[in-house]
């Protein structure tokens, strides 16, 4: 089965040795990063609702893009994103062929960089997919990818064999991918917190278990979508009376 995640805001550029590969949609971001050049500070700072610092942090990333980079200038994608969803991946621990497995059957959505594979070498950036950028192609993001997201699932899924896509990325971030283009089978995991006998999602919590339910995917090889059930990384167990077809709900007590 094919998995999907979202990017992280937060990066980690530690040096990793590592052989990285070249992200489908080079082109695309190449032109996504001239036109966020384009923007003044204070235009920056508004798309992405940054602070002073963080709209300066980003600029300077932008201006130093490199349309042919360097491998000094890059890190692989899954090393290099270090937010929520990537403390559950922990993806600097798995070994050779855990990480080889996940290239083939692993897909990070990015504003940028439309989808990328673990290993696809990224520059720094930040530019989340519901950001309201123009470009020719339309007034946001979604407008810019269009149903590329899509196909490329398909094609990454046809590789491995697979008529299932497991979504544990955001609704900002899978939303780009076009419902009438892909041809898989989508089941979203849910992660929740039982607190006092009510169950209710804990974004910080959901986002990590995210990351750990790809994780757990890629360290068990799975392909039958039933086996998802088993998951039980930070105390979750999945819920028969919460979930509905295609849509297990996983459940732990809550902790503050």
Known sequence: MLVVISPAKRLDWTERDSD?????????????????????????????????DLARLNRDRFRAYQDAPTPEATRPAALAFAGDTYQGLDAPSLDADEMAW?????????????????????????????????????????????DLPAKALNAAAAQVDSQVLVNCASQEYFGAVDAKALR????????????????????????????????YIVQHRLTDPEALTDFDSGGYRYHPDLSEPDRPVFLRPYEA
């Open 20 to 52: 990285m590969t070249a992200p489908e949609f080079a082109d695309h971001a190449a032109r996504l990063a001239a036109t966020m050049r384009g923007l003044t500070l204070t235009g920056l700072q508004a798309l992405m609702d940054l602070s002073p």
């Open 102 to 146: 996940a290239q083939q059957h692993l897909r990070i959505l990015s504003g940028l960089y439309g989808v990328l594979r673990p290993l696809d070498a990224i520059q720094p950036y930040r530019l989340e997919m519901g950001s309201r950028l123009k470009t020719r192609r339309g007034a946001t993001l979604y407008d810019y990818w269009r």
């Open 184 to 215: 898989l089978r989508v089941i979203t995991p849910v992660f929740m917190e039982d607190k006092n006998g009510s169950a209710k999602i804990v974004s910080f919590f959901a986002k990590k278990a995210r990351g750990a339910m790809a994780r």
